[in-house]
RNA sequence: CGGGGUGUAGCUCAGCUUGGUAGAGCACCACGUUCGGGACGUGGGGGUCGUAGGUUCAAAUCCUGUCACCCCGACCA
């Protein structure tokens, strides 16, 4: 392609409202526009990222045996009613009427719609395992839509829906998937980790989820160096506390501690370690009353855990400072769990603590050498607490290491959530009726390519991994237009380089060098030759990596080979 | 949905306090000079100042409504 016949959109400086590195050079790159919040236009160069991406997944979900289908973006309010999440999804389902008043959506998801087709189409127990996967637009009416194409509301994204008459069967297509999406990863040139996961909301028993690997991640992730352990960190348990707790040595005191609310603020006034205070919170119960949740000074709050406790309300809220006031009398800063008429609950390390900080729930003081069992009454412990750097992994796999990553695929074993509603069954060996067990394995298509930018940029802009950059090559000539030698050297070697399966991007605009390597630099074509007078004298042009500081001259005539041979994905990524 | 912010040229923004001819840089077009890391000069095109109403002789500027977008909190690929 030559830079004159396709769109090169590139901007100088992003619009004022991206905030993310991949939402501004994206932008910038000329790669998407909005069209509205949440909404983006593929322009062509972010169109062929996107397509490489859709391909790799595509191939590898072929091999693995999956079959391609296309369901509608568009979906009947019916069969929704009939799983019960038309009344259950809430407004991030956008629902719309037809001129006949019908009810419909769009799709934020096709559990339903592929149940439907599954019912009617298989009957036999000899049809199955079955697995049907497309890549299709997905809408969710996010209520705030950020971060562009990373949590856009119009989406693209792979999702896989396998059937099975035994929890075996499913295992083993689970383990398939798990297999495919390492593969998928891998040819993506991705750093990125499979982990434990939350089923969350969706039901069903095993998840993982696979984390491109990068800071600006909005999900921790936990592991082990032996990479046993590799766990979310929203159910990566903590490890009880290894020491007992310590006798009390101090007796209660009432300190005044005027103005001071934080942990921070209260552990440096009263000259102790935040780990020496405990930090009380109080939320809703399920029952309607509220609850204290308990941890150390210096742990954070780990919320799918404190939802797993009976007696907190789901999903987890915090209580009104309102409500709170009139409860204890105090506002949030000055609470703490002596004399507290709710019920209790500890975070483990929480309960081993002696001689501790607390809110006194009266506002401006608080207790010092408060301690359990003579202070106040022993507490009900439970794992409540975010795991971190350093602590012990319970499976004894090591120290955990954390690390940010964003969220492109996520497996699950469904179960029968959806066949049982929408009666979804098969005939067995002897003729009776089985529900279906289901799995469900998603890919974020377009959030790949955002978080893609997210692990490789630098200064000057997106740097791609060689198997999703749009093109795989740049030829920059100096002066083209003013030189009939330089066209005599770039034109057959273009021809010969696409010849040879090399996409490649010539920029034949009649501009200065600089505005061009900036260019090329930015939209992030992972190698690129350079033409001048000079080096034709020698027969040489120059080549650079979009990662090399350093330039290597490469002679003219072995310009293809010498590319091909840094192409590793021309090799490794094409299957029979 | 609650809290906050912003809407002026394709992009970044000034002008608004104190009403009086709509601006700058980048981008775009033409010509000339330049020419291996986002050149320079001259000339030019482009804006219902988000939108509706109000106050006023006069509104980008003051007032009211409204819409859009963005940021901070509860979901998710």
């Not at 609950?345 to 081993?352: F, L, V, Y």
């Amino acid at each position: 392609m030559r830079t004159t016949q396709t769109l090169i959109a590139t901007q100088r400086e992003a619009p004022a409202d991206a905030e993310v590195i991949s939402h501004q050079l994206m932008l910038r790159a000329g790669l998407i526009r909005q069209l509205a919040a949440g909404i983006y236009t593929w322009l062509p160069l972010g169109l062929r990222v996107l397509r490489k991406v859709e391909r790799i997944v595509r191939e590898e979900m072929d091999r693995a045996g999956a079959l391609e289908i296309l369901m509608s973006g568009v979906q009947p309010a019916e069969l929704w009613q009939e799983s019960g999440r038309w009344d259950k999804y809430g407004p991030e389902l956008l629902r719309l009427q037809d001129r006949h008043e019908r009810q419909f959506c769009l799709g934020p998801t096709h559990e339903e719609i592929i149940t439907d087709l599954i019912r009617r189409e298989i009957r036999s127990y000899k049809q199955l395992p079955a697995n049907y996967y497309q890549i299709q637009t997905k809408f969710r009416d996010e209520i705030r839509p950020r971060f562009g194409i990373m949590r856009a509301r119009e989406f693209l994204m792979k999702d896989a829906y396998s059937f099975h008459l035994t929890e075996q069967s499913l295992r083993e297509t689970y383990q398939l998937m798990y297999a495919t999406y390492t593969r998928i990863f891998q040819r993506f040139g991705l750093e990125f980790r499979a982990v434990l996961a939350d089923s969350g909301n969706i039901g069903g028993n095993t998840s993982h989820e696979f984390h491109v690997l990068a800071d600006s991640g909005e999900d921790r992730i936990v592991f082990t160096d032996s990479g046993d352990f590799a766990a979310n960190i929203e159910l990566t348990p903590a490890p009880l506390p290894a020491q007992p707790r310590p006798a009390p040595q101090q007796t209660l005191a009432k300190v005044a501690t005027p103005g001071l609310a934080s942990i921070d603020e209260v552990s440096q006034s009263l000259k102790v370690t935040p780990a020496q205070c405990l930090k009380t919170l109080i939320v809703n119960g399920r029952e309607g009353g509220l609850v204290a949740l308990v941890l150390r000074g210096d742990h954070e709050l780990n919320r799918v855990k404190a939802e797993k406790l009976v007696t907190v309300a789901r999903p987890l809220s915090f209580a009104s400072a309102a409500r709170i006031k009139e409860h204890t009398g105090c506002s949030i800063g000055s609470l703490g769990p002596v004399a507290l008429d709710i019920p209790v609950i500890a975070d483990h390390s929480a309960g081993r603590l002696a001689d501790f900080v607390c809110g006194a729930n009266s506002d401006g003081y608080h207790y010092t050498g408060v301690n359990w069992g003579r202070d106040l009454s022993e507490p009900d412990c439970a794992d409540l607490r975010n795991v971190v750097t350093g602590d012990v992994a319970v499976d004894g796999s090591g120290t955990l290491k954390i690390a940010r990553g964003i969220e492109v695929g996520h497996i699950f074993q469904l179960g029968t959530v959806y066949s049982e509603k929408m009666q979804a069954n098969v005939l067995d060996e002897t003729g009776k009726a089985v529900t279906l067990i289901m799995g469900c394995y998603g890919i974020g298509v377009s959030r790949i390519v955002a978080a893609a930018i997210e692990q490789n940029n630098d200064e000057q802009g997106i740097i791609w991994p060689d198997a999703i950059a749009p093109y795989h090559l740049a030829l920059i000539p100096i002066h083209m237009h003013k030189s009939q030698r330089l066209r005599d050297a770039v034109l057959p070697l273009y021809q010969q380089l696409q010849d040879a399966g090399i996409e490649v991007l010539l920029d034949d605009r009649r501009e200065r060098p600089g505005v061009m390597f900036a260019d090329m630099e930015l939209i992030g074509i992972p190698h690129r030759f350079v033409f001048s007078e000079k080096g034709l004298d020698h027969g040489v042009i120059e080549y650079k990596g979009r990662r090399d500081k350093e330039i290597t001259e490469v002679p003219i005539t072995g310009a293809v080979a010498f590319i091909r041979a840094k192409l590793t994905v021309l090799k490794s990524n094409r299957y029979p």
